[in-house]
């Protein structure tokens, strides 16, 4: 009897269990969002939140302090302005502030909750919301509320456009029959689909019969057709390095020129001057911002630190990491154009040897060390003081040329049959895809160290430490020389001291058949 009862349990449970119930989730709940603009001038957004089939007594409302990708803390909270919250009926519910990104309501008896509030959006970046009478950008992370605790919370978005515009474009997946309407599984893919609405022209792509949309706020006399084939050859040349496309469809949203750009799983947000593409010779840059970017759905959003996704959006989110998420999509970038067809041998050889000197040819190089660069980067990223350049570096760079000699160390131990991406895609393979979540700084080695089949630690200890790096050695593994030697005069900063050099990049003499195949193989 004892053990039927236990088989008992164990079956009622198991139901439950398929059913969701015993997870505490309630079928009737639904959250959605509908987000109106009839004034752009004001640069308030009016937002309606709606919550159904509340159980708890009390919820949280509750706006990230930040926008994964961009690291700082922005606290978005501080844009709410004229917060009121009512049940279904149309009652007022009480609540309070309870922290600097949350507000309580009491719902004890409450199914329905309907929070109405306005979103002040003035600042032009690609991490903070933004409305006037030339576009309006909804950065999700600074206009949805989330509910504490329910981030995995599928969710409905309406957006009701300024009367002028005509544009709603996303990577949210829209919902069949219902005009401007989209829907995401939960928080994180919500946070991670910015949204612009204006009057963008709309030009599109398929690459194996996925779509692609541009969708450019000022085309001016952009030759269209050119832009969409150069995109589709980075999708492909991207795409390639990993095999797989863990996306449905994919936007574009180019605003006007301006500063910086947000990559996500299956867009990005970036302010380009694309206006004179296919005339101008700064098209290569243009391309190699968007490669960066694209590049990002794998390195960052699917290959990442286990930090980065699922976030904490309360507060900061450290690692060490941001030297190969971030570094390693800037040498990315550059092998995509190379393998494109953008970029050639020696113009990426001259490109990496001014990439060494931009940090070997600062102080800072001398006093903070690539992983030190990624975990400090919340507090000096975008607080730049007078000693900055003599004391930090910038992961950016470093981490792209790191990058280079981890590529180049890999392929000559192996014999040239591994190289760095055969590490891209075994983590997206091992963590992304069979695990569901990112990795340790120490997995991250051991997938390296397995990809060259030795030991990499002289590599890594230039990666945690100051260490003097020898690029000699590194560059010779693909036959090539580097040239280091000292510019006079020496400078000094606290108790280092340091020459600059040109560190130009040239083809050495007589190399070996390793040698050649390592060249032949890494840059066409
Ligand atoms: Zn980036």
Same mark, same amino acid.
């Given at each position: 009897?004892?053990?039927?009862?236990?088989?008992?349990?164990?079956?009622?449970?198991?139901?439950?269990?398929?059913?969701?119930?015993?997870?505490?989730?309630?079928?009737?709940?639904?959250?959605?969002?509908?987000?109106?603009?009839?004034?752009?001038?004001?640069?308030?957004?009016?937002?309606?939140?709606?919550?159904?089939?509340?159980?708890?007594?009390?919820?949280?409302?509750?706006?990230?302090?930040?926008?994964?990708?961009?690291?700082?803390?922005?606290?978005?909270?501080?844009?709410?302005?004229?917060?009121?919250?009512?049940?279904?009926?149309?009652?007022?519910?009480?609540?309070?502030?309870?922290?600097?990104?949350?507000?309580?309501?009491?719902?004890?008896?409450?199914?329905?909750?309907?929070?109405?509030?306005?979103?002040?959006?003035?600042?032009?970046?690609?991490?903070?919301?933004?409305?006037?009478?030339?576009?309006?950008?909804?950065?999700?992370?600074?206009?949805?509320?989330?509910?504490?605790?329910?981030?995995?919370?599928?969710?409905?978005?309406?957006?009701?456009?300024?009367?002028?515009?005509?544009?709603?474009?996303?990577?949210?997946?829209?919902?069949?029959?219902?005009?401007?309407?989209?829907?995401?599984?939960?928080?994180?893919?919500?946070?991670?689909?910015?949204?612009?609405?204006?009057?963008?022209?709309?030009?599109?792509?398929?690459?194996?019969?996925?779509?692609?949309?541009?969708?450019?706020?000022?085309?001016?006399?952009?030759?269209?057709?050119?832009?969409?084939?150069?995109?589709?050859?980075?999708?492909?040349?991207?795409?390639?390095?990993?095999?797989?496309?863990?996306?449905?469809?994919?936007?574009?949203?180019?605003?006007?020129?301006?500063?910086?750009?947000?990559?996500?799983?299956?867009?990005?947000?970036?302010?380009?001057?694309?206006?004179?593409?296919?005339?101008?010779?700064?098209?290569?840059?243009?391309?190699?911002?968007?490669?960066?970017?694209?590049?990002?759905?794998?390195?960052?959003?699917?290959?990442?630190?286990?930090?980065?996704?699922?976030?904490?959006?309360? %507060? =900061?989110?450290?690692? *060490?990491?941001?030297?190969?998420?971030?570094?390693?999509?800037?040498? /990315? +970038? &550059?092998?995509?154009?190379?393998?494109?067809?953008?970029?050639?041998?020696?113009?990426?050889?001259?490109?990496?040897?001014?990439?060494?000197?931009?940090?070997?040819?600062?102080?800072?190089?001398?006093?903070?060390?690539?992983?030190?660069?990624?975990?400090?980067?919340?507090?000096?990223?975008?607080?730049?003081?007078?000693?900055?350049?003599?004391?930090?570096?910038?992961?950016?760079?470093?981490?792209?040329?790191?990058?280079?000699?981890?590529?180049?160390?890999? %392929? =000559?131990?192996?014999? *040239?049959?591994?190289?760095?991406?055969?590490?891209?895609?075994?983590? /997206? +393979? &091992?963590?992304?895809?069979?695990?569901?979540?990112?990795?340790?700084?120490?997995?991250?080695?051991?997938?390296?160290?397995?990809?060259?089949?030795?030991?990499?630690?002289?590599?890594?200890?230039?990666?945690?430490?100051?260490?003097?790096?020898?690029?000699?050695?590194?560059?010779?593994?693909?036959?090539?020389?580097?040239?280091?030697?000292?510019?006079?005069?020496?400078?000094?900063?606290?108790?280092?001291?340091?020459?600059?050099?040109?560190?130009?990049?040239?083809?050495?003499?007589?190399?070996?058949?390793?040698?050649?195949?390592?060249?032949?193989?890494?840059?066409?």
């Amino acid at each position: 009897m004892k053990k039927l009862f236990g088989i008992s349990i164990l079956l009622i449970y198991t139901i439950l269990s398929a059913s969701g119930i015993a997870q505490g989730q309630n079928q009737d709940r639904k959250m959605s969002f509908t987000v109106s603009m009839d004034q752009p001038a004001s640069h308030y957004y009016q937002v309606e939140f709606r919550y159904d089939g509340i159980t708890e007594e009390a919820v949280e409302l509750k706006m990230p302090a930040w926008t994964p990708g961009y690291y700082m803390v922005l606290d978005l909270a501080k844009n709410v302005v004229g917060l009121e919250v009512k049940d279904g009926a149309g009652k007022p519910l009480p609540f309070r502030k309870t922290a600097k990104n949350t507000w309580t309501v009491q719902t004890s008896g409450i199914q329905s909750l309907i929070a109405t509030y306005n979103v002040y959006a003035t600042r032009a970046s690609v991490a903070d919301p933004y409305l006037a009478e030339n576009r309006g950008f909804i950065s999700p992370t600074g206009v949805f509320f989330h509910v504490g605790g329910k981030l995995s919370h599928p969710v409905m978005v309406t957006i009701n456009p300024w009367k002028e515009w005509k544009q709603v474009s996303t990577g949210l997946d829209p919902v069949k029959g219902q005009a401007n309407t989209f829907s995401a599984p939960d928080f994180d893919r919500l946070y991670d689909c910015p949204i612009l609405v204006g009057n963008q022209e709309i030009l599109s792509f398929e690459y194996k019969g996925i779509p692609h949309t541009i969708a450019i706020e000022k085309p001016g006399t952009c030759n269209r057709e050119k832009l969409a084939a150069d995109l589709k050859k980075i999708v492909e040349a991207g795409t390639s390095i990993i095999g797989e496309i863990p996306y449905k469809h994919y936007t574009f949203l180019i605003m006007e020129k301006g500063g910086g750009g947000l990559e996500h799983l299956n867009s990005m947000a970036v302010f380009a001057d694309v206006s004179k593409y296919g005339e101008a010779d700064r098209d290569r840059g243009l391309l190699g911002f968007f490669a960066h970017e694209y590049f990002h759905l794998y390195n960052i959003k699917t290959i990442r630190p286990v930090v980065l996704g699922p976030f904490d959006y309360d %507060r =900061e989110c450290l690692t *060490n990491m941001l030297w190969f998420s971030e570094g390693g999509t800037v040498y /990315y +970038q &550059d092998m995509i154009l190379n393998r494109a067809g953008f970029l050639s041998r020696d113009q990426y050889l001259e490109g990496a040897a001014k990439g060494i000197g931009s940090h070997e040819n600062i102080m800072g190089s001398r006093f903070q060390s690539a992983a030190q660069s990624s975990w400090d980067t919340w507090m000096l990223f975008f607080n730049r003081a007078e000693n900055s350049q003599s004391v930090s570096i910038n992961y950016y760079n470093k981490g792209n040329t790191l990058c280079m000699l981890l590529d180049l160390k890999i %392929r =000559e131990a192996s014999q *040239n049959v591994n190289s760095l991406d055969d590490v891209m895609r075994t983590l /997206y +393979q &091992d963590f992304n895809k069979k695990r569901n979540r990112g990795f340790t700084d120490a997995e991250f080695r051991e997938v390296c160290e397995k990809a060259a089949g030795c030991s990499l630690s002289e590599f890594f200890d230039y990666v945690y430490t100051t260490n003097p790096i020898d690029y000699g050695k590194y560059l010779a593994y693909a036959g090539l020389k580097i040239d280091l030697t000292p510019q006079e005069p020496a400078i000094s900063y606290l108790n280092k001291t340091m020459n600059k050099r040109s560190f130009l990049i040239s083809i050495a003499q007589n190399p070996t058949e390793l040698q050649k195949k390592v060249l032949a193989d890494w840059l066409k």
